[in-house]
Nanobody, 124 residues
Framework: QVQLVESGGGLVQAGGSLRLSCAASGRTFRTYAMGWFRQAPGKEREFVATITRSGGTTYYADSVKGRFTISRDNAKNTLYLQMNSLKPEDTGIYYC?????????????????WGQGTQVTVSS
């Protein structure tokens, strides 16, 4: 089992940047594939990015490709999401998630553990 705590959200102007962090408890962080999802008000949770156990492979939603970068530091039990060139449509609650399967997945239902989320608001 792993517990996840996100941080780094906030209010930023369009075109700005934020870096989200997700701190994981336990010694098994490196055994999980990890993902970022987001949920805007009135909308369903959507996939943002995912990364393999080693961090060697990543996959992004088309809406963030080229602007966001997912990474992980297994020695620090931490997942990151660097978000650049932010747009108002990036506004939402951002969640990190862990998947026991260990492979890249964009479906929320395939993830086993979730953090509580951190709010990102991008003003125009």
């Amino acid at each position: 089992q792993v517990q996840l705590v996100e941080s780094g959200g906030g209010l930023v102007q369009a075109g700005g940047s934020l870096r989200l962090s997700c701190a994981a408890s336990g010694r098994t962080f490196r055994t999980y594939a990890m993902g970022w999802f987001r949920q805007a008000p009135g909308k369903e949770r959507e996939f943002v990015a995912t990364i393999t156990r080693s961090g060697g492979t990543t996959y992004y939603a088309d809406s963030v490709k080229g602007r966001f970068t997912i990474s992980r530091d297994n020695a620090k039990n931490t997942l990151y999401l660097q978000m650049n060139s932010l747009k108002p449509e990036d506004t939402g609650i951002y969640y990190c998630a862990a998947a026991s399967a260990g492979v890249l997945m964009s479906t929320a239902a395939r993830y086993d553990y979730w953090g509580q989320g951190t709010q990102v608001t991008v003003s125009s």
